[in-house]
C-alpha cells in the first residue's frame, strides 16, 4: 500500500518547525483600568485557542480571587510558580526557566509591567516575556494605559497617583495584536461598588482615590488613543507593505536637548510622544560644558538618569562637549538631518536672558529650515534647588593668600608714595595685585581682593589718612575697575582651566582607546591579546576585570582563572574571580548576547557587569567587569566607552582565534607530512632493535659450537638490550595512541609527591648507575592530587631525556616547591616539580616545539628515541590541569618544569590516627 | 634434580613464554607442571599439587583472577601472576583475591627467581608456623620480641601506627603488600579506601628510616599497587 503523509503530522511538524525558528507572537490585552476584565478575556481566548488545539499553558494568571476569572483558569496547566524569599517573606513569581523548558506554544503572562522580586534573573515581567518571545514562544498577557513608560507623567497629572511600575512603549509597540478591553466608566464603579475588583474597604478607597469617574474617563480616554494610535500604525504598515502609492514627507528626526534641569525626563517623555505619533527616529542630546563639572553631585546625576530614561524609552542619547550649547546642537542637528529640535523653556530668571540671551532663544534664531519645538517646563520644582558646596579649607585659604598679596601691594606703595607718585599709578600697583589674585586663587578671593585694594588705598593714601571715610571721588572708578577686572579674569582663567581638564579628561579616554587598538594590532597570540584587553580596561575604568571563554559544549570558564596562571603583564588588583553565580550571569549574558549585571536591569544581583564580546561572527566571550566605584558605569558615555573597549577587544580575539584556526590547519598540513615522513621513521626506530636482536639471536643458534664464551654473553646481552629499547618504545607508542584517543583515564589521589619521585629514581635505578641525582623537597610540601602512575611516568621520561641529552657524569637535580599563581584566588595553589640538568641545553627556539610529536633535537642524531617521551609528559600535565615547559638554565643546562594545580580540598588526617605526643618506647 | 626440589605449575597460554620459564626453570633445579588452559591448571593443581604457582592473568578460558580465587578456597600455595603493564587494576584484585605477588611482562629471569624464593620461603615459615624474631636487611634492624627498631647502631622512635606499618611490611618482606591490605591491617577494615592516610605514614616512616627518603632503599613503591620492603 502507498505511504502517504499523514496531514496532521506534516501540520504539526511545520507548526514544530517554525517555533523553533521564528520568534513567538505577541498579543497585550490593554485596559485603561483594573477590573475591566483584562485578565477574563484573556483567558476566554485562551481556551478558544486550546479548543482549536494549540498548547496553552497559564504562566502567571492573577485571579485576584475573581470567581469567574478563577473558574476559566481552572482547564488550563498551570506552570508552578517560584517563590521567592526576600527579606523575611517569600513572594510568588513567574518561573521562567520552567516555562522555557515546558516550551509550549502559547504562554499566559499577567501583568505585564510587574516588578519581579529582588533576585529574579530580570528585573522586570516584560523582560521575562521578551526572552519567551525570543525562544519562540508566544505569549499573551495584560497592561493598563497607565503603566506605559511614555504616558506615566500624564498619568500622575491627571490622577495624582505616580504609578512605579511602568514598561517602555516599544514593548507594546511591537505587540502583534493589542486588543482593548473597553468598559464605560459607569459599569466599571458599579463592578468596583459590588466588590468585583476589590474586597469593601479597598473599593471604598479606590472609588475616593485613582477610582474617580473624571479620572475614569481620563483613562479611558488615553486608553482608546493609545490603541487608535496602534491600529493607525498598523494601517500605515499594511500601505506600505501592499505598495499603496502615496506621498510620504522626508524621513523626520528629532533632537531633543536635554539640560541639568529637573525637567529633563518630563521633556523626554513628551518629545517620546511626538516622536512616536511623527513615526519619527529620535535622538537625545546633552551638552556638556565646561560648566557641568561644577554642577553638583545630583545635577549630574540627574542627566544620567534623563539620559537613560530616554534610551530606555528607545532614544539613541549622545552627549558632545563644547562651550557654546545653542552651536553645538545646531551643527549636530545639521549632521544628523534632523527635521525637528525639541527644548525645554528656559528656567532661567528673565533679567538674565535679557543679559546674556538663553540657548533657546539663540536656537531659535538660528536654527534656519529646522522646526523649534519649546515644551514648558511649569511642573513645578520637585526638588529642592541643590545647596551650595560647602567651603573648605582651601578656599580660606585662599583669601589669606588674597589678603597677603594686597598688603604687599601696600607695602610696594608706601614705599613708592613718599616719591609723590600719582594716584593712578598706585591704582595700577593694586590692579596687579588683584590681576594676580583673580589668575590665581578664582572670583571669590579675587572680588575680595579689589575691595581690600579700595579700602587700602583709602585707608593709607587718600586724605584723610588712616580712616576709612572717603572724600576722594577718584576711589569709585577704582573699585568699579578693580572689580570687574578681578570678576573678568578669575572667571576667563576658571573656565580656561575647566576646558583644560575637560579636554584631558576626552584626552585620556581618547589615548587609552588608541592604546589599546595599538597594543592589539601589535600582539599576537589570545594569551596575549587577553593579558593586553585585560590591563587596559582594568586600567581605564580603575575596575577588575575577568573574560570569560567558552571552552567544552559552550560552557564559559573565566581565562585564567583554574590554574591561576595571567601571565607577565597583569596584576592581581586588576582581575577578580566569579562566583558560581555570576559565573551563570556570565553564561546568561553569553547566550543571549545581552548585557546583564550590576548596574543593568537583567540579573542586577550580580557582583558585576557582564558585557558580551560580540565579534563579526558571534559572541566570543564575556568580558565581566567590577568596578571599583559602584556607580561607575550608570553614566551612558562610560558604558559606551567600555562598550566601544568590549567590541576592540572581541575583534581582536575573533582574529586571533580566527588566525588561529588558519594557524592549526596549516599545522594539520604539516602533522600530516610528518607524520608520513615519520611513519617511515618509526618503522625505522621498531625494526633496528628487532634486526639487532634477530641478528644475534640467529649467531647464537647457528654458530652456538664456534662461538667463545665471552662473544655468547655479549650477544645475548645485544638481544636483552635492545629488547628493552623496543619494549619502550612500544610503551611510548601505546601511551601515545592512548593519549590520542582520549583512553586515558586520570585516577587523582592525594599523595605526597616524594613517593612518586621514589618510586621514578627506584625504577630507573640500573639506568641511572652512578649519575649524581640531588633531589630536593621541602618537609612541609603539601599532598599533591595526582595519578601517581602517570606522573611516575612523567618523571621517568623527563629523567630518561636527561641521561639521553648529557654528559654521563653531569649531575641531575629534582626539585618541587609551592608556587604561589598570579590570579586572585588563593585556593588555587599549584606545585611546581623541575628536573633540571647540566647537558648541552636545548637549542634556541626549540624551547616550546621539543614537546611536539616526534619532534627531536639533532635530528641528524642516531635513533635514540621517537621523540614522544615530551609529548606525553605535557598530555598527561595536561590532563592532570597543569602547564608543562622547558628553559635553559643561567649557567648551562636545561631545566623541565611541570605545574600540578591543588584544586580541591585536601584531606584531613585525623587527629586520633596523628599520635605523635604519644610516642611508641621500647621498653 | 631430586624429588625435594620444589614443585611449580605454570599457567600460561602463550608458547613462547612457557618454553623460556621452562628453560629458566629447569636450569635452576626446579620441577615442572605446565597447563595451557586455566581448566587444566585446576585440575593440575589437585593431581599434582605445586609449591608455587606462575599464573598469568590473561588466559583464554577463565580469568586469571578467577583462578586465584578458586585455588584460595581450598589452598595457601604461594601464587605469582604475570601481567601486562597498565593492569595495575587487575593486579591489585589479583592480590587482594590472595596471590603473593606480581611481576610485569617483560621481566627478567632474575627478577622472577627472586620473587620465587620470597614466596617460597614465606610459604615455608608460614608451615613452621613462625617468624624470626630479628628481621634484617642492611642497616635497618627490627627486633619483633622486644619492639625495637635499629637503623645501624641508633634506636628509631617510631609512633604506634608507624610501627604496625613497619611490622606488616617485614611480615611480608620481599613481597608486595596492596594498599588495601595494609590498612586493613594497620588501622582497621574500615579505613580500606584511606588512601592517604597510609601515604602520609610512608612519607612519615622514610624520613625515619631511609638517609633519603626521595631515593628509598628498604621501602619501596609500587606505583599504583602497594608498597614492598626489600629484604636481601
Known amino acids: 500500500m502507498e505511504h502517504r503523509p499523514d496531514p496532521d503530522k506534516l501540520l504539526a511538524r511545520m507548526r514544530e518547525e517554525e517555533q523553533q525558528q521564528a520568534r513567538g507572537k505577541l498579543k497585550v490585552f490593554f485596559g485603561m483600568a483594573a477590573g475591566v476584565g483584562k485578565t477574563y478575556a484573556m483567558l476566554e481566548t485562551a481556551h478558544q485557542r486550546k479548543r482549536e488545539g494549540v498548547d496553552v499553558v497559564a504562566g502567571y494568571v492573577e485571579t485576584h480571587r475573581r470567581q469567574e476569572t478563577e473558574a476559566l483558569l481552572a482547564g488550563l496547566e498551570i506552570i508552578p510558580r517560584h517563590v521567592v524569599e526576600y527579606r523575611g517573606t517569600s513572594l510568588e513569581e513567574f518561573n521562567l526557566d520552567a516555562a522555557l523548558n515546558r516550551r509550549p506554544t502559547l504562554i499566559l503572562v499577567d501583568e505585564l509591567a510587574h516588578t519581579n522580586a529582588p533576585g529574579s534573573r530580570h528585573a522586570k515581567r516584560w523582560q521575562d516575556i521578551e526572552e519567551l518571545l525570543n525562544a519562540g514562544i508566544s505569549v499573551y498577557t495584560t497592561v493598563n494605559v497607565q503603566h506605559l513608560e511614555s504616558l506615566n507623567d500624564v498619568v500622575a497629572q491627571i490622577t495624582g497617583v505616580i504609578v512605579r511600575e511602568t514598561v517602555p512603549d ?38 475616593q482615590s485613582f477610582f474617580r469617574k473624571g479620572n475614569l474617563i481620563a483613562l479611558r480616554e488615553l486608553a482608546l488613543r493609545r490603541t487608535a494610535d496602534q491600529v493607525d500604525v498598523q494601517m500605515q504598515d499594511y500601505r506600505r507593505d501592499h505598495a499603496i502609492a502615496e506621498t510620504w514627507p522626508a524621513n523626520e528626526r ?20 511626538m516622536a512616536a505619533r511623527l513615526r519619527a527616529g529620535w535622538l537625545v542630546l546633552y551638552v556638556e560644558t565646561p560648566r557641568h563639572l561644577r554642577l553638583p553631585e545630583n545635577e549630574r546625576d540627574r542627566v544620567v538618569q534623563t539620559l537613560r530614561l530616554a534610551e530606555q524609552l528607545g532614544a539613541e542619547t549622545v552627549t558632545l562637549s563644547g562651550q557654546n550649547v545653542a552651536e553645538e546642537v545646531l551643527s549636530y542637528a545639521r549632521q544628523r538631518n534632523v527635521t525637528k529640535i525639541v527644548a525645554g523653556k528656559p528656567e532661567s530668571p528673565r533679567w538674565r536672558e535679557l543679559l546674556f540671551g538663553s540657548v533657546v532663544d539663540s536656537i531659535v534664531k538660528n536654527s534656519g529650515l529646522i522646526d523649534v519645538y519649546v515644551i514648558s517646563g511649569d511642573f513645578g520644582d520637585t526638588e529642592p534647588p541643590p545647596a551650595p558646596p560647602p567651603e573648605t579649607a582651601r578656599n580660606w585659604l585662599h583669601y589669606l593668600w588674597a589678603f597677603v598679596i594686597i598688603e604687599a601691594c601696600t607695602a610696594v606703595s608706601w614705599l613708592l608714595f613718599r616719591y609723590n607718585l600719582e594716584f593712578s599709578i598706585l591704582v595700577m600697583i593694586y590692579l596687579v595685585g588683584v ?165 543593568t536591569d537583567t540579573l542586577p544581583g550580580a557582583e558585576a557587569l557582564y558585557m558580551p564580546l560580540v565579534g563579526s561572527r558571534g559572541t566570543v566571550g564575556v568580558l565581566g567587569v567590577l568596578p571599583g566605584q559602584p556607580r561607575r558605569f550608570q553614566e551612558p558615555e562610560q558604558l559606551h566607552l567600555l562598550e566601544t573597549f568590549a567590541s576592540q577587544s572581541a575583534l581582536a580575539l575573533e582574529r586571533a582565534r580566527l588566525a588561529n584556526e588558519a594557524q592549526q590547519a596549516q599545522l594539520q598540513i604539516e602533522t600530516e607530512r610528518l607524520r608520513n615522513s615519520l611513519l617511515s621513521s618509526v618503522s625505522h626506530d621498531l625494526r633496528t632493535p628487532l634486526a639487532a636482536i634477530t641478528g644475534a639471536a640467529s649467531s647464537l643458534l647457528d654458530e652456538a659450537s664456534s662461538l667463545d664464551t665471552t662473544t655468547r654473553a655479549e650477544l645475548a646481552q645485544a638481544v636483552y638490550d635492545e629488547a628493552g629499547r623496543l619494549n619502550r618504545l612500544v610503551g611510548n607508542l601505546l601511551d601515545m595512541t592512548r593519549l590520542e584517543s582520549g583512553a586515558l583515564q586520570v585516577q587523582k589521589e592525594w599523595q605526597p609527591l616524594e613517593e612518586v619521585v621514589g618510586a621514578a629514581l627506584t625504577r630507573l635505578h640500573q639506568h641511572l648507575g652512578n649519575r649524581p641525582v640531588v633531589t630536593d623537597m621541602p618537609p612541609d610540601l603539601p599532598l599533591v592530587p595526582l595519578d601517581g602512575v602517570l606522573i611516575e611516568q612523567v618523571l621517568i621520561n623527563l629523567l630518561e631525556n636527561a641521561l639521553k641529552y648529557t654528559p654521563a657524569d653531569s649531575p641531575l637535580e629534582i626539585r618541587a616547591y609551592l608556587s604561589q599563581p598570579r590570579g586572585s584566588q588563593p585556593a588555587l595553589q599549584s606545585v611546581t616539580v623541575e628536573v633540571a640538568d647540566r647537558g648541552p641545553g636545548i637549542p634556541h627556539g626549540d624551547e616550546g616545539r621539543i614537546f611536539e610529536k616526534f619532534y627531536r633535537v639533532n635530528e641528524v642524531g642516531s635513533g635514540r628515541g621517537v621523540g614522544l617521551g615530551l609529548t606525553i609528559c605535557k598530555g598527561i600535565v595536561e590532563a592532570h590541569g597543569g602547564q608543562i615547559w622547558a628553559e635553559n638554565r643561567p649557567g648551562g643546562g636545561s631545566v623541565f618544569r611541570f605545574t600540578l594545580p591543588l584544586d580541591g580540598t585536601p584531606p584531613k588526617i585525623s587527629e586520633e590516627l596523628q599520635v605523635t605526643s604519644n610516642e611508641f618506647s621500647a621498653a | 634434580m631430586t624429588d625435594s626440589s620444589p614443585l611449580i605449575l605454570i599457567i600460561e597460554d602463550e608458547p613462547q613464554i612457557r618454553r623460556f620459564l621452562r628453560a629458566a626453570l629447569h636450569s635452576h633445579g626446579y620441577r615442572l607442571v605446565e597447563a595451557e588452559t586455566a581448566t587444566d591448571g585446576l585440575r593440575a593443581v589437585t593431581t599434582h599439587p605445586p609449591d608455587l604457582i606462575v599464573l598469568d592473568l590473561g588466559l583464554p578460558d577463565l580469568d586469571g583472577l578467577e583462578v586465584t580465587r578458586r585455588v584460595r578456597e581450598w589452598s595457601r600455595v604461594p601464587i605469582i601472576v604475570l601481567s601486562a603493564r597498565g593492569q595495575e587494576q587487575d593486579k591489585i584484585a589479583a592480590l587482594d583475591a ?112 631511609e638517609c633519603n627518603p626521595a631515593r628509598p632503599r628498604y621501602l619501596l613503591t609500587e606505583p599504583g599497587v602497594g608498597y614492598r620492603l626489600v629484604d636481601e
Open chain 1, 254 to 273: 528629532l533632537l531633543v536637548c536635554v539640560g541639568p534641569g529637573p525637567h529633563g525626563a518630563r521633556l523626554v517623555r513628551a518629545a517620546r510622544r
Open chain 1, 435 to 599: 590681576v594676580a589674585v583673580a589668575t590665581r586663587f578664582g572670583r571669590g578671593p579675587s572680588i575680595f581682593a579689589a575691595v581690600l585694594s579700595v579700602m587700602s588705598l583709602n585707608f593709607f593714601f587718600t586724605e584723610p589718612f588712616f580712616t576709612l571715610a572717603v572724600n576722594d571721588v577718584r576711589l569709585w572708578p577704582s573699585l568699579v575697575v578693580m572689580l570687574l577686572i578681578g570678576v573678568i579674569i578669575s572667571t576667563l582663567t576658571v573656565r580656561t582651566r575647566q576646558q583644560a581638564e575637560a579636554a584631558r579628561t576626552r584626552e585620556r579616554r581618547t589615548a587609552a582607546l588608541y592604546e589599546l587598538s595599538r597594543d592589539f594590532a601589535s600582539t599576537r597570540g589570545l594569551e596575549n591579546l587577553l593579558q593586553a584587553a585585560v590591563k587596559h580596561i582594568s586600567t581605564t575604568f580603575e575596575s577588575r576585570i575577568v573574560v570569560l571563554l567558552p571552552v567544552e559544549n559552550n560552557k564559559l570558564q573565566p581565562w585564567g582563572g583554574v590554574i591561576g596562571w595571567w601571565g607577565t603583564t597583569v596584576e592581581e588588583r586588576m582581575v577578580y574571580a566569579p562566583d558560581a553565580g555570576d559565573q551563570g550571569v556570565a553564561q546568561w549574558v553569553y547566550e543571549h548576547g545581552q548585557m546583564a549585571g550590576q548596574g
Open chain 2, 98 to 209: 590472595g596471590a603473593d605477588d606480581y611481576l610485569t611482562k617483560p621481566f627478567g629471569v632474575g627478577e622472577l627467581m627472586a620473587r620465587m624464593r620470597v614466596a617460597l620461603r614465606h610459604s615455608a615459615q608460614l608451615n613452621q608456623d613462625g617468624n624470626e624474631p630479628v628481621f634484617q636487611v642492611g642497616e635497618l634492624r627490627v627486633d619483633l620480641a622486644r619492639r625495637q627498631v635499629w637503623l645501624a647502631e641508633q634506636e628509631v622512635r617510631l609512633t604506634p601506627n608507624e610501627y604496625k606499618l613497619l611490622i606488616v611490611l617485614v611480615q611480608h618482606a620481599g613481597k608486595v603488600v596492596t594498599h588495601r591490605q595494609l590498612l586493613r591491617e594497620v588501622w582497621g577494615p574500615g579505613y580500606t579506601s584511606e588512601s592517604q592516610y597510609l601515604r602520609v605514614y610512608v612519607g612519615n616512616l622514610r624520613h625515619k628510616l
Open chain 1, 170 to 207: 516599544w514593548v507594546l509597540e511591537q505587540a502583534d495584536e493589542v486588543e482593548l478591553i473597553d468598559l464605560p466608566p459607569d459599569d466599571l464603579l458599579q463592578r468596583l461598588r459590588e466588590g468585583k475588583i476589590y474586597l469593601p474597604q479597598q473599593a471604598e478607597r479606590a472609588i
